[in-house]
């Protein structure tokens, strides 16, 4: 399988490439019709390595409609490369930035709700597998065609029991191994889709130093609908008030008081009221400053693998999932 993909490779007619500082992103065609992405990993360090063989491990075992398709890998000389599903709409990080104004223009509040709930939904499926993905944010929710969010880039996912999953290669570090720090980024990600704003662009502002921290002010002071985005046109006050309250559940500063994934579905979906949880909760925690949780730092497995072993691993992993 990994060299027909290689073959395959060969002959993809490029459509558009985008370059990052650890990949380059082709979108391409194939001799038969099909689109594909392939991501090219620019380095070939044993971090990234590691995080490629963690993704192909991971992504071979696992099937979701919320979670992108891995459609093969390919290690050549010093070329990795993994090969995915095509996704018309890029990804939400790309729509918020501003730089895809035709895929902005399709987040309407009713398309924003179902990606919250796509999202949650695929980390759910993660949670169940007892995966921790670790990254979560609007650069790794990829959109299809209708716009249906695809969980992606599992590169450094932390696997908390084997399972059915075989011969993981994933980092060893403490640092975001809770599935409740998947839970905060959500809240994170939920409250700039809505917001339009990016947690991370309030370091120099004067009153607030980071959106969580905005969020829940404005819901202490009971403005809490100011914060949605007017580019979004009408969103029903209940949709919103419940993601935006979803949201600030997630982002608790003690972990335990954090919603699973599970819930925040049933949430979401209105078969949980989130205003009963609000009662249960000590409000003075939830409306303390937030703090630098540290809980998706991306530290790294040093194990050294070499690419005979890799492809050796890969066709492993491949032959077992085919007669799984």
Request: aromatic share 4%.
């Amino acid at each position: 399988m990994v060299r027909a993909l290689c073959a395959l490779a060969a002959v993809v007619s490029c459509l558009l490439e985008r370059s990052y500082p650890r990949h380059i992103l082709i979108y391409g065609l194939l001799a038969d019709g099909n689109r594909i992405a392939v991501k090219q990993l620019l380095h070939k360090s044993i971090e990234g390595i590691s995080e490629f063989l963690n993704e192909v491990t991971l992504l071979t075992a696992l099937n979701h409609p919320n979670l992108v398709k891995l459609h093969g890998s390919c290690v050549e000389g010093n070329q990795l490369s993994l090969i995915y599903e095509y996704m018309e709409n890029n990804s939400l990080g790309h729509a918020l930035s501003g730089k895809d104004s035709v895929t902005k223009e399709k987040l309407t509040w009713p398309v924003t709700l179902n990606i919250c709930l796509g999202v949650a939904q695929g980390l759910v499926y993660l949670h169940e597998n007892d995966i921790i993905h670790r990254d979560v944010k609007p650069d790794n929710i990829l959109l299809d065609e209708n716009m249906v969010p695809k969980v992606a880039d599992l590169g450094i996912s932390k696997l908390l029991s084997y399972g059915r999953i075989r011969n993981p290669v994933l980092t060893n570090e403490i640092a975001g191994t809770c599935p409740k720090a998947d839970v905060y980024s959500f809240g994170i990600t939920a409250l700039e889709l809505v917001t339009r704003e990016k947690n991370s662009e309030f370091i120099l502002n004067s009153e607030y130093s980071c959106l969580v921290e905005k969020a829940r002010a404005y819901m202490k002071k009971g403005r809490l609908l100011e914060l949605i985005d007017v580019e979004l046109g009408p969103s029903p006050a209940d949709e919103a008030l419940t993601i935006l309250n979803v949201a600030l559940l997630c982002t608790h500063e003690l972990v335990d008081r954090r919603p699973d994934m599970s819930l925040v579905v049933e949430l979401l979906e209105g078969r949980t009221y989130y205003q009963d949880l609000l009662n249960d909760m000590d409000m003075d925690t939830l409306f303390s400053k937030p703090v630098d949780r540290g809980e998706t730092s991306r530290t790294r497995d040093e194990t050294s693998i070499q690419p005979a072993v890799l492809k050796r691993e890969i066709e492993e992993v491949e032959r077992e999932s085919e007669t799984s």
